[in-house]
């Protein structure tokens, strides 16, 4: 019996019929079917892969991220071999980010600057509508490529859109395999571009959360700290290191109200983020119209794009150490003290700053901080009552009890003075009251000090320092006599003047007296500002008296006052110089 076996295909096609002519149709249409066939599984493997990518993008809550795997997934399931995902800026018409796929960062480097917009990029940006070109040189807007660029020529172009804003675009181009890309991958990448838009508002959702949860907690942080005792270097500080921290800055710096001046200047009181220990302190002018003067005057947080041009232009008078920041953003402090100026820069792109602060959170965050330095002064002021307190019953007390004595003592003395006819005891008792007296006289002095506040100027300290600096010069410490409370009784306009007169007074005196002796006395018992610099020198000339005195003679008219230089007995000069003080004696 002979072995059953299959049929070949001629022997099949005389069975059933089918001619030569038939067989040729039927191999072409079963090959198109094949075709179909593969094209149908090969869209499935695509769709498959979409849905895949879709589901990856949610799995990530990371905005870098989430751009990144968008940038891969964009060339994976187009075939691409270059991509990018171009972020706009605040201003939606230029990129402020550009993540890429298929270029390495030596290549990154090698090109420059990251695109902002321009050419077949920037009609993305114009008209947010899908481009597809084999050639993307044939463009007419086609702006050309930098030096050092790889060669790209098909190119498919897809706007991201979260919610009805436009946040970037989709670039691809170098179809594998093909010389363009084709309708499915436009229509694929479109989906993906939807996707994308979901993951991207849910990653900046969960991220301004999180920002949001960090400000409060920041916040928390600075009220459970300042609820204790802490001084208040110690609270700026805190207030701009978390301030810096949270929002991702490279600096922060509080900027406080000077009352010595009406608050027309700001004082950097602190900076965090920079090497800033030889401008913190510095006086800053509050210009009209500057950026500054802004900040003071408005409710709500001043963005600034670009600080360094602001101090260029002469908007922001900010030291040298501000000169390469860019975006800022500078919130008031509302205080009764006067206020100042919450400050936070960095040199990064503005895209990475925004994502850091939310405007409403950091408004409660500098109140919530003007409230915690509100605080601090308070502590301050009840630390500085009671130590006035004290000073002001050890100053009763030496001017109740030891001044009275010793006032008591010298009266003794002077009234044993008639009883005694010897020279050499009447002189020695003379010596003794004139101690008294300056011991006296200095006793006087320590209490004016006793009742001044270290917090303001300190005119007399400021005067003994002149004198204590032309030591060198004459060779020998001037002594200085302070009458009256100089600090309380000299106002804020005559306390540079009073500086001046000193010291040019004793700048006159080193260079032309040849004096053993100089004495500097300050009085304000009067209702005036009266200056005395006396010396035993070989005296002042008239040429001199008119040209080198000139400038304390102005300095004098100009506040309604006088000067007077007279020969000092039995030789010397003595030079007053005299203002009204402009209140009750």
Not at 328 to 336: H, I
Not at 353 to 368: K, R, S
Not at 456 to 473: C, N, P, W
Not at 478 to 506: F, I, K, N, Q, Y
Request: charged share 25%.
């Amino acid at each position: 019996m002979e072995e059953d076996r299959p049929l070949e295909r001629h022997e099949l096609d005389d069975a059933l019929g089918f001619t030569s002519l038939a067989r040729v149709r039927l191999d072409t249409l079963l090959e198109e079917l094949h075709g179909r066939v593969g094209d149908v599984l090969a869209s499935q493997d695509r769709l498959r892969s979409l849905l895949d990518a879709v589901v990856d993008l949610g799995t990530d809550l990371d905005l870098p991220r989430v751009l990144q795997r968008i940038t891969d997934a964009a060339c994976t399931l187009a075939n691409a071999r270059y991509g990018a995902l171009g972020v706009l800026g605040p201003d939606g018409e230029v990129l402020a980010e550009f993540i890429t796929h298929g270029v390495t960062d030596e290549e990154r480097a090698r090109i420059g600057p990251p695109p902002s917009g321009h050419g077949v990029l920037g009609v993305l940006i114009k008209e947010p509508q899908p481009i597809r070109l084999p050639h993307i040189g044939d463009h007419p807007q086609s702006y050309g490529f930098p030096s050092n660029h790889p060669p790209m020529e098909s190119f498919l172009g897809v706007p991201v859109r979260v919610h009805d804003h436009v946040y970037g675009n989709l670039y691809l181009t170098e179809k594998i395999g093909a010389d363009e890309f084709t309708d499915l991958d436009e229509r694929i990448m479109v989906a993906l571009a939807a996707a994308a838009g979901v993951a991207i508002d849910n990653a900046r959702l969960y991220e301004l959360t999180d920002r949001r949860r960090q400000w409060l907690q920041a916040t928390a942080e600075i009220m459970n700290v300042l609820l204790g005792e802490v001084d208040r270097a110690q609270a700026l500080r805190l207030i701009a290191g978390k301030a810096r921290e949270v929002s991702g800055c490279d600096v922060a710096a509080v900027l406080l109200a000077d009352q010595s001046d009406d608050g027309r200047h700001l004082v950097l009181e602190v900076v965090e983020g920079i090497d800033a220990g030889s401008i913190e302190g510095e006086r800053i002018s509050i210009d009209a119209g500057g950026v500054l003067a802004e900040a003071m005057e408005q409710e709500s947080p001043v963005i600034v794009d670009d600080l360094a041009k602001e101090a260029q232009s002469g908007r922001a008078q900010l030291p040298a150490e501000f000169a390469d920041m860019a975006y800022a953003v500078l919130v008031p402090l509302r205080t009764p003290a006067g206020g100042g100026v919450l400050l936070a820069a960095q040199r990064r792109d503005a895209s990475q700053l925004v994502a850091g602060f939310d405007i409403e959170l950091i408004g409660t965050f500098a109140n919530q901080t003007a409230l915690a330095l509100e605080r601090v002064r308070a502590q301050e002021d009840r630390a500085q009552v009671a130590v006035l307190e004290d000073r002001d019953r050890i100053a009763r007390d030496l001017h109740d009890l030891v001044i009275q004595r010793l006032f008591a003592s010298g009266l003794q003395v002077q009234g044993a003075l008639e009883l005694i006819r010897r020279p050499d005891v009447r002189q020695r008792l003379t010596k003794v009251t004139d101690d008294l007296d300056s011991t006296i006289r200095d006793i006087r002095a320590t209490i004016f000090e006793l009742q001044h506040r270290s917090d303001r100027s300190d005119v007399r300290a400021d005067i003994r320092g002149l004198a204590k600096e032309y030591t060198a010069s004459f060779g020998f410490a001037p002594t200085v006599d302070l009458l009256g409370p100089v600090d309380s009784a000299v106002p804020t306009e005559l306390r540079p003047e009073a500086l001046a007169v000193v010291r040019e007074g004793l700048s006159n005196a080193a260079r032309h007296a040849q004096a053993s002796e100089v004495h500097v006395e300050v009085d304000v018992r009067g209702g005036n500002l009266g200056i005395t610099i006396a010396d035993d020198g070989v005296g002042i000339g008239e040429t001199t008296r008119r040209s080198g005195l000139r400038n304390l003679r102005e300095r004098a008219e100009a506040h309604d006052g006088t000067l007077d230089v007279q020969p000092n007995e039995p030789h010397g000069t003595i030079l007053r110089w005299s203002a009204p003080l402009g209140g009750d004696d």
